[in-house]
Nanobody
Framework: QVQLVESGGGLVQPGGSLRLSCAAS??????????IGWFRQAPGKEREEVLC????????YYADSVKGRFTISRDNAKNTVYLQMNSLKPEDTAVYYC??????????????WGNGTLVTVSS
């Protein structure tokens, strides 16, 4: 069973930055060929899609709430995906999940999920 592992969460002050990482725990599982989504779930709220990075053409959809502040990048050599989060706001506080879907350019019905990493934005 493929498992994605997120890391990099923590406590940060408003206006600060964090970089989350997402790696596969299974050797031979190549994130390069997967559409990657980052999702988040704040306390008492439903999970929301933060961004979706298409495996086919590397195009990325960003939710309006994070556009201009969050950026996804891929390091294929390290088989790792990153979420750079800048200008963080208290409303960005949530558990962040990465998810992957093989080849298909959509973040609906993802195939693989991580267990999440907590990001807390507070002074």
């Amino acid at each position: 069973q493929v498992q994605l592992v997120e890391s990099g969460g923590g406590l940060v002050q408003p206006g600060g930055s964090l970089r989350l990482s997402c790696a596969a725990s299974t050797s031979g599982f190549t994130l390069q060929y997967h559409t990657i989504g980052w999702f988040r779930q704040a306390p008492g709220k439903e999970r929301e899609e933060v961004l979706c990075s298409n495996s086919n053409d590397a195009s990325t959809y960003y939710a309006d709430s994070v556009k201009g502040r969050f950026t996804i990048s891929r390091d294929n050599a390290k088989n790792t995906v990153y979420l750079q989060m800048n200008s963080l706001k208290p409303e960005d506080t949530a558990v962040y999940y990465c998810a992957a879907r093989f080849l298909l350019p959509s973040c609906d019905n993802m195939d693989y999920w991580g267990n999440g990493t907590l990001v807390t934005v507070s002074s």
